[in-house]
């Protein structure tokens, strides 16, 4: 009922939006053990508060009524980051570590990456693979770009543009942009698969459509060239004109 009661609240779901009724209701549910009570408080308060808040629920996890193992990427996060504490990387190794243990895709890729980079942990790019790995199976968009990226440079694999050329598509069709971009560029140079103008067009007009900038231009260059659309000089030179006005420095040339 709390969940319910404060979310609805929290995010005007039938009421009025009300931060002050929503809190008074996640705290009634933390004084019940609710997991999910802890989380909507802490979007309510400030760094610290939210700070002790996750501390908390972490400490109490196996007390708590649908207790969340995304917990543990939040808080590790905060170490991570020095949010509402001091930054702390052993403790937030620990924690990504943890949520690895209960199951949490984000903490695998967290952890995955810090292994990947030698970031505080020692440089593992087998371990950083396995732990990709593992949330790229549950279709995580950003994992699954990360595991092509390692294919395409053999980071805890054997190097196989094929392979990588695979994911990065599976990232680009359930959303993601830089994967949009990745999967347009192998595309139009015939990386990983057969040249194709007509799909890099595709995923070019994609990644743009979804904030990449970058993407705008090769678009622009395949409406001047008539590559894989039909060549319109008008339309390149109204997205060149765009870009200029946007700042992109290659276009005012």
Same mark, same amino acid.
């Given at each position: 009922?709390?969940?319910?009661?404060?979310?609805?609240? @929290?995010? /005007?779901?039938?009421v009025e939006k009300d931060i002050e009724e929503a809190r008074k209701w996640y705290k009634k549910g933390m004084e019940k053990g609710n997991g999910k009570a802890f989380m909507g408080y802490a979007c309510t308060v400030d760094d610290r508060e939210a700070f002790k808040t996750y501390k908390k629920a972490a400490e109490l996890y196996n007390e708590l009524e649908y207790p969340d193992p995304y917990i543990w990427n939040i808080l590790g996060d905060c170490y991570y980051n020095g949010t509402g504490t001091e930054k702390n990387l052993r403790k937030a190794v620990e924690c990504y570590e943890k949520g690895v243990e209960l199951g949490d895709n984000s903490c695998c890729i967290r952890l995955g990456q810090m292994y990947r980079e030698g970031d505080y942990v020692?440089?593992?790019? @087998?371990?950083?693979?396995?732990?990709?790995?593992?949330?790229?199976?549950?279709?995580?968009?950003?994992?699954?770009?990360?595991i092509g990226e390692m294919y395409e440079n053999g980071e805890g694999t054997e190097m196989d543009e094929y392979e990588a050329f695979e994911w990065f598509t599976k990232s680009a069709e359930i959303g993601y942009s830089d994967a949009m971009y990745k999967v347009a560029e192998m595309y139009y140079y015939g990386n990983g698969t057969d040249r194709d @103008?007509?799909? /890099?067009?595709?995923? @070019?007009?994609? /990644?743009?459509?979804?904030?990449?900038t970058d993407a705008k231009w090769d678009l622009a260059w395949q409406y001047r060239k008539g590559l894989g659309t039909s060549q319109d000089i008008d339309m390149a030179v109204a997205i060149y004109?765009?870009?200029?006005?946007?700042g992109h420095v290659r276009a005012m040339v």
């Open positions: 009922a709390f969940s319910r009661v404060d979310d609805a609240y @929290y995010w /005007a779901l039938g020692e440089q593992d790019s @087998y371990r950083a693979f396995e732990l990709i790995e593992r949330a790229a199976d549950a279709n995580y968009d950003d994992a699954l770009y990360l @103008y007509y799909e /890099a067009f595709y995923w @070019y007009k994609q /990644a743009a459509d979804n904030g990449r004109t765009d870009l200029a006005r946007n």
